[in-house]
Structure formats: C-alpha cells, structure tokens
C-alpha cells in the first residue's frame, strides 16, 4: 500500500473532534484542519436540508421527469393542478415547515454537529433587473441560524442555486440547463451582490461555519448537454471577484470552494483564493474506500489546506458505514444529502407518501388530471405529512454513518488504517478482479447479494467477500455507544477452517467448520467497550481458509 503522508485519526481522536462542545466561534483553516474559535480541530458532521429552499423532482418520487426536475417547472405543474391561489399557499406553508425547529434538534442529538443550508437566490432577490432583496427568504436563513445557535450546529450557507445557474442543471434551476452565471453579465453581478448582502447580514454570526460560494458549477458534458468547460476561466474570475468583494464586508467567515464536474475535479485548485478556505469536493457511487479519498488528499497536504466533503450519500447502508468513518480517520468531514425526502431508506427523515400520490405522477407522465379539488387534497396531505412529528424517523441511517452498534459492515470494508499488520494482515498481495481496497493487497471472492432495487449511487461494489487463510486477519473498529452489544458475524468456511474471533484484543469466540464451503451467521456475546468508546472486532484465521461476508454489531 502507497504510504500517506496524512496522519490517521484515531476512534478516540473522532469522538473528541466531532463532539458537538467543538462548536465554538468562527471556524478556520489551520494548515491541513479546520479550527474552531479555540483553536482546538473539529471535524464536521452533518446532513444537508435539501428540497427546502430548491426543491428537486426525485425527492418527491419523480425520477428523471423533465417537467417536474426542478423549482421552476415543479411550481408551474402544481399551479396547472391546484391553481395560482393555492400554489402560493402551498409554497409559504411548505417553506415555513419543511425545516424546523424540530429538525435541528433531533439532528444534533443524534450526534451531528453541523448542517449546510442549500439556498436557492430566487427566493432571495427578485428575478428583475433591480437588485431587490426578498426579506421573507432571509427571515428564513435567520431563523435557522437561531436554532442552530440553540442546539451547538455550524451552518454552511450554500449557494445552491445561483443567479442564471452555476451548473446547468436541474440542481440550480437554470432555465434552459445553461449555466448562465457564467455567459450572462447580469447573473454574474446578481450573485455578486446577493454574496455581499449574505456577508453583511451574516458577518457576526460565529454559527455560520462558512461561505460555500457554488455548489457544483459547470456540469460535464452528457447526451444532449454541451460542454461548458470553455467557462472554466470565468468559474476561477467569479471565486476571486467574490471573495474580493466579501473581504471588503467580512474578514472572518471561511470559504468552502467547490471544483467543476459535480465537485470532483481538482483543476481549479491551482491557487489559494483566500487563506481561510477548505477544498470542498463531493463523492457518489464510488468504492468506499482510500481510493475515493485520495486524489484529494494528496491535493490537501499540497497546497496545505483542510478537505471537507460537502456532499455525499444516495446509497445503501453499508456503503455508509464503511465511507464515513473512513473519511474521518483521514482528517476529512462530511456533509450528507438530504436530510429529508419522501419514502427515504437513506435519510434520517422519511415523508410518508400521500394517499393518490400516483395521480400526480401518472399526470406528469401525460395521464389525466385528477381535478383541482382532489389535486388539493393531496398536496394538503403532504403538507401534513412533511412535518417533522409526521415523519418516519430512520435511526438506523445515522447508526450506519457513525458506525455504530445496530449497522452492518461488509467484510471487505475492514479497517484499511493504520495499515498491514495492525488493521490486517495478507501472506501476499494478491490482485483481484475487483479494484475495492486494492491498496491492501488483501484478497477477495466474488458472492452472491440480493440485487438491490434501484437506489441512488448504489454500484454492487460488496458482491464480494473478504478471504482469509491461515496467518491472515482483519480488524474491523465500531463506535462503541452502548455497554452492552452482541456480534453477528456471516461467515463461511472454504478448507477446514479454524478462527479465532477477538474483540478488543479478548478471545470471545473459536469457530471450527468441518465442511466446505460451510455457510454461518454466529451470534457472540462481546466484551464491554473500552474505555475510549471503542469496540474493535478482529477475525484471524489459525487454520485452512475462511471468507466473511459481514459483520454487525446489534
């Protein structure tokens, strides 16, 4: 494995840097970690509250609809289905209770310790040639802001749809998928000047962690999309004409800077745009694993500037519980994406799909119009069903980002750090078909999953087991937030196996199969957590070979 020149967080060091009492005073870039007001590291943890301020289609089951994709044409279908008078109802009820009071709370107890507020300027400025600002938008921003302060969560203030649109895409409601901010003069000064009034409202305000000035601008090039890379040069213009004009207002607030390609390119980070700033870059369907991380990594220790990654997610639980506490091991926090969307698995809030939801759909894809009244009627029900004491809480999403007691692990999501020989251990290097965690060496064997049913980002990268024979290991480290937790482990013996299971270095269980391939899921009764909150389960095999499909901690 290529050594990193980063320093490996421990379970111990995790715990202290994303605990909520690190919420202090304006955050800052120190070298290759984010500070606090102290000047003590904080890692930062959280979910994003999007379909909030930008509403996007899928969040309301509506996948790949142009009509309904983005703000603009999903308040045109409702207006043709409710009516003008109950459209704007429906928007000031849905903006005024989407997000709450209630949300905010139940995040941070949940162990978070951050959120990022995807704005979207329409309702912040007026679409008209004057620079009009809509106070109603910002009365939103501001109440927020004090639930945050109320409850210890940073806020990141997140462009997400900008003046002309900074992508050219649904995600920023440009109009002809465009990204206009870059080609139109007037867009360019709009968002100019919304950034300086954000600046001026919000100079003061230490629970604002940063200013994420684009989310995601100038989209690739993809059937029936141009390519826009040509305005690479005017991105570059926009970041220091902004941060030029900001500066001029407020000198403290840290800047999250975001590559084109959906954040993932690195070509803009040829200069540092402001000494406060983090390299902010986003991950979706990829192999949650080091090399996911690490092209940012070496970009960090670089230009020696802390990484954040601001939004991730859309996929199964497991892909959670390995990617996350993965990225904070390297000294990288994360953002997830969304907080909230209907009939969510993935999200920590679940709205319940109205009764006749399918109408809506069915009309979208050229059905029949169910009528006004009925129409009505169900968006009425959504609006009861959005919030918060309606919704189905999914504790199990968070348990999965923390690793904690309740999720499952796959077995070739061990522990990749601090490295062979301490988080595992191979006889030789092996090559695999499969490139997941081929930096270790460690071998594995295709099996058989249930094939998942369409989610997100999902890419079956766990159809494969970790193998084991004798003399190797693997290590695989939870949070330990209760006392006591029994483990489950699916495992199969491949040649007259015998292992021995370890949990914080203690013996606690010895598994012999006397076939092969010998298929089991073992309960074991594990010792108590350390005293550092740890629970680290370590699979050796003494004999033959062995292969492990999973491991949970219940």
């Not at 429906?90 to 951050?114: H, K, P, Q």
């Not at 000035?213 to 890379?229: M, V, W």
Request: with cysteine; net charge negative; charged share 25%.
């Amino acid at each position: 494995m290529k050594p990193i020149a980063v320093k490996i967080k421990s379970q111990l060091e995790i715990n202290e840097k994303t605990s909520k009492s690190q919420v202090c005073g304006y955050l800052k870039a120190n070298g290759t970690s984010i500070v606090n007001g102290n000047g003590d590291e904080i890692l930062l943890t959280g979910w994003g509250l999007g379909n909030w301020f930008l509403n996007e289609g899928y969040m309301w089951k509506s996948f790949h609809n142009s009509r309904f994709d983005r703000p603009r044409r999903i308040e045109r279908v409702i207006e043709e289905l409710t009516g003008k008078a109950y459209t704007q109802h429906f928007f000031e009820v849905f903006r005024s209770t989407y997000i709450t009071e209630a949300e905010i709370r139940d995040l941070a107890e949940l162990g978070y310790n951050s959120v990022r507020i995807p704005i979207h300027w329409r309702l912040l400025m007026e679409e008209d040639e004057e620079i009009t600002f809509i106070e109603s938008g910002f009365k939103l921003i501001d109440q927020c802001l004090d639930w945050c302060e109320k409850y210890s969560l940073y806020a990141f203030i997140d462009m997400h749809g900008a003046p002309g649109g900074q992508t050219g895409a649904n995600i920023d409601d440009s109009i002809d998928d465009a990204p206009r901010l870059f080609i139109d003069e007037h867009s360019y000064r709009q968002c100019i000047e919304l950034w300086k009034e954000i600046a001026r409202r919000y100079k003061d305000r230490t629970i604002v962690g940063g200013y994420d000035l684009l989310n995601e601008p100038i989209r690739p090039e993809s059937s029936g999309i141009k390519n826009y890379d040509h305005l690479l040069p005017q991105l570059i213009a926009f970041y220091e004409d902004v941060i030029h004009e900001i500066r001029k207002i407020d000198d403290k607030h840290m800047f999250s800077i975001e590559g084109h390609h959906w954040s993932t390119s690195t070509k803009v980070f040829d200069r540092v745009y402001d000494p406060n700033m983090v390299i902010h870059f986003h991950r979706y369907g990829c192999n949650p694993d080091y090399q996911a991380f690490e092209e940012f990594v070496d970009l960090s220790l670089k230009m020696n500037l802390p990484l954040w990654l601001g939004e991730t997610g859309e996929n199964i639980l497991e892909w959670f519980s390995a990617m996350y506490p993965l990225a904070l091991e390297l000294n990288i926090g994360y953002n997830l994406w969304p907080a909230k969307k209907m009939e969510a698995i993935n999200s920590p809030y679940s709205i319940k799909e109205p009764e006749g939801w399918h109408e809506i759909l069915s009309y979208l894809e050229g059905g029949k119009h169910p009528g006004y009244q009925k129409a009505r009627t169900i968006f009425e029900e959504l609006l009861h069903n959005i919030r918060f004491e309606n919704c189905v809480k999914n504790t199990h999403v968070t348990d999965a980002v923390f690793r904690q007691s309740g999720t499952r692990v796959m077995g070739i999501d061990f522990d990749e750090f601090p490295g062979s020989g301490d988080s595992y251990l191979s006889n030789c290097y092996h090559e695999n078909e499969h490139s997941h965690r081929c930096n270790t060496g460690m071998k594995l064997i295709p099996h058989t999953r249930p094939v998942q049913s369409k989610i997100g980002f999902y890419n079956q990268w766990d159809f494969n087991a970790l193998a084991l024979e004798k003399g190797e290991f693997a290590c695989y480290t939870f949070a330990g937030n209760k006392s006591d937790c029994e483990w489950k482990v699916s495992i199969r013996g491949l040649e007259n196996g015998e292992l021995i299971v370890y949990e914080n270095d203690e013996v606690i269980e010895k598994i012999q199969f006397v076939k092969e391939p010998d298929y089991r899921t073992i309960s074991i009764s594990g010792v108590k957590q350390d005293r550092r909150g740890v629970r680290r389960l370590k699979i050796e095999v003494m004999r033959g070979e062995a292969a492990v499909d999973w491991v949970q901690l219940t």
